[in-house]
């Protein structure tokens, strides 16, 4: 409880007889286009529709106050 933790240690290892040219799933990664730095991109939606969004909360919230 009084002791530090220890951290994790990074596993880095780069083999020595690896050629990626040569091997058949690298080959398949390639062809079909797959890419491990590829970032998921969300889609924004646009302002118009957050403001949309909000004129109609606030519609909802004065017609149950009966101010509307």
């Known amino acids: 409880m009084f ?3 220890p951290s994790h240690r990074v596993f880095d ?3 020595r007889f690896y050629k990626p040219e040569e091997d058949d799933r690298e080959k398949r990664k390639r062809k ?3 890419n491990r ?4 991109r969300r889609k924004q939606k646009s302002p118009f529709v957050w403001l949309l969004f ?3 909360v606030i519609f909802i ?3 149950l106050k009966g101010v509307y």
């Open 3 to 5: 002791m530090k933790k």
């Open 13 to 15: 290892y780069t083999p």
């Open 32 to 34: 079909l286009g797959f």
């Open 37 to 40: 730095h590829r970032k998921m």
């Open 54 to 56: 909000i004129i109609f």
């Open 61 to 63: 919230y004065l017609k």
